[in-house]
């Protein structure tokens, strides 16, 4: 009887055990997407405003700033949407939609800066109103992150 009891402890400690290594495992799944992806947004905020900040200088060139932008896309779509994806895969929905809000505003600067170089020639600078815009999504894309890293914070600590 002591020996069957002993082995029944034994067996729901381990059942403990792996349950909790389990639960430290999904843990660090989750850490590790939400840093990826906070890196990848951060990464591209960066971009994004230093090629706003070069589309208003005065003698912009517009073919380095070009280039940086398709740089910026390449961010978006490549790096940033899979970053994305592991998100809305490792969960919660709360974080996944949130994820989604800052990549939107992400792009949508991203649109609005793409907008700002159609047409123009070498030298010109940007109109001051749609460096506004920029500004806006990137402002509100900052706002994003902030909520974003503050709710997986708490998600990671449950």
Known sequence: MGTTLAAAVAGMS????VRAEHRHWRRQLRRDAYSAFTAKA???????KEIDAGLIAPGADLEVLREGLAHAR????????????TVEIEGPEKLARMAEELSRS??????VISAATVGQGSGASSDR??????????????????????????????
Do not use: M, P, W, Y
């Open 14 to 17: 381990a059942q403990r055990q």
């Open 42 to 48: 951060d990464e591209l905020h960066k971009a994004l």
């Open 74 to 85: 390449g961010l978006l779509r490549g790096g940033l949407a899979d970053a994305q994806a």
């Open 106 to 111: 992400l792009s949508a600067c991203v649109a």
């Open 129 to 158: 109103t749609e460096s506004r815009g920029a500004r806006r999504f990137l402002d509100h894309a900052a706002a994003k992150r902030s909520q974003f890293v503050e709710h997986a914070r708490r998600t990671i600590d449950v």
